[in-house]
């Protein structure tokens, strides 16, 4: 059996206080999940084989951490940038040790199921069936792989693709032009390299902005906003400043002009960091100036349906979608964790796949239970932040759609 989520997103806790409560839900789900895929087309039990649980990147969030509000920067190379993300690292993985001590005793013990009482039903014994656990990179954990060299009895299996005989998973930020890098090179002692776009705005103006706000009597108000910025790609950020101000109650004992002031600082701020440290953005114009602009309109956009910018949305990431050419993969299809952009006016999302990624307030990820069916591959929603289809099919003919097959957002 086959268990497919992404974007966690488990932060250090410096600059943002976690939305955990999906956490303690989660094992239980997938337990769940596992007891019913024993259950065949005949009606019959028996336990399954074992459980493969593919976190599909962005397991961690690395960037929205205090440590980066100084002189040092995640795409900065040397001793003090690498010794940095270790000490985020590890206060992440320690701000979700129990979610992560319970994945673990499974690798190493099994995760207990219902026996097979020989009839076909469920008996009164358990049986232990084996669990393996891979942690893909993503673009917030990007030095996921790096950090594993550190880590002493690591339980889990890190990488940058899972595959199997059905389904070729992988994080897919690749894909996002906000995530493009220009230099594919690990930074070394003496060598830095250009953020991306997304990298430099969530460091440099979301981390920048939840500095202003996280703290003192705006932090309450502050914290539901600070988890959309921080789950919401690049382009959707006035998007979600918009949803977090209809929601607000009128009667709120803070107004907007303080976030108003402090994020417009923010957004001043970024754009001349920016144009100092350029970032790599997979387009052919200026960026920069155009999110700015987009940018400062955040906090006056509650009143009205916010229509992303026709400049703006070449930026979303379904336009490296169609562009990608690839190795056709045959008769297995392919799933991304990695967040679909928000529709914009007019625009449909591609293939039916609605908004992905963390939901809106950050009530947590998707999770889905993949299995082979007689249509294809069909992939089953056990765990949801938000409300969706219940089954979403990977066709398993041959019809080819770009770089390999369907891709089905996993998050």
Do not use: K
């Not at 488990?10 to 409560?21: H, K, N, S």
């Not at 649980?53 to 440590?67: I, K, N, Q, R």
């Not at 981390?207 to 009597?217: H, I, K, L, N």
């Not at 209809?246 to 701020?269: K, N, T």
């Amino acid at each position: 059996m086959l268990v497919v989520t992404s974007n966690w997103a488990i932060g250090d806790g410096t600059l943002l206080r976690p939305f955990a409560a999906w956490r303690a839900t989660l094992p239980a789900a997938i337990h769940r999940a596992a007891v019913r895929g024993g259950f065949r087309r005949d009606g019959g039990y028996r336990p399954i084989d074992g459980l493969d649980l593919v976190v599909a990147g962005d397991t961690f969030d690395w960037l929205l951490s205090a440590e980066w509000c100084g002189d040092v920067r995640p795409w900065h190379g040397g001793v003090r940038p690498r010794e940095t993300r270790l000490r985020i690292a590890e206060r992440s993985a320690r701000s979700a040790r129990r979610l992560f001590a319970t994945l673990a005793r499974w690798v190493r013990h099994g995760l207990p199921v219902p026996a097979d009482d020989g009839r076909g039903r469920p008996g009164r014994t358990g049986v232990s069936v084996p669990v393996r656990v891979t942690l893909l990179a993503g673009d917030r954990d990007f030095a996921l792989i790096e950090i594993a060299r550190h880590a002493t009895r690591m339980p889990f299996a890190i990488g940058e693709r899972w595959e199997n005989a059905d389904v070729s998973i992988r994080h897919g930020h690749d894909l996002d032009p906000a995530c493009h890098r220009g230099d594919a090179r690990a930074p070394t002692a003496s060598d830095d390299r250009s953020p991306t776009l997304a990298e430099s705005v969530a460091v440099d103006l979301v981390a920048r902005f939840a500095a202003t706000v996280g703290r003192g009597a705006a932090a309450g108000a502050a914290a539901p906003l600070l988890r959309a910025l921080a789950a919401c790609p690049v382009v959707e950020i006035p998007c979600a400043i918009a949803a977090w101000l209809r929601q607000r109650p009128h009667s709120a004992p803070l107004g907007i002009e303080p976030f108003d002031e402090a994020w417009r600082r923010a957004v001043a701020a970024w754009l001349a960091e920016a144009r100092r440290c350029v970032p790599s953005c997979e387009v052919e114009f200026d960026a920069l100036h155009c999110l700015a602009g987009w940018f400062d309109r955040g906090f006056r956009t509650a009143d009205a349906d916010v229509v992303i910018p026709v400049g703006v949305h070449r930026l979303a990431g379904r336009a490296a979608f169609g562009s990608q050419r690839g190795r056709d993969d045959g008769a297995r299809g392919s799933m991304i964790g990695h967040p679909e952009q928000v529709a914009w006016e007019g625009d449909p999302c591609p293939h039916g796949i609605g908004a992905g990624g963390m939901s809106r307030m950050g009530q947590g990820p998707r999770v889905l239970a993949v299995r082979r069916g007689e249509t294809g591959v069909c992939a089953e929603v056990i765990a949801s932040g938000e409300s969706h289809d219940p089954v979403v099919t990977i066709p398993s003919s041959r019809q080819r759609w770009d770089h390999g097959g369907l891709v089905v957002d996993a998050a």
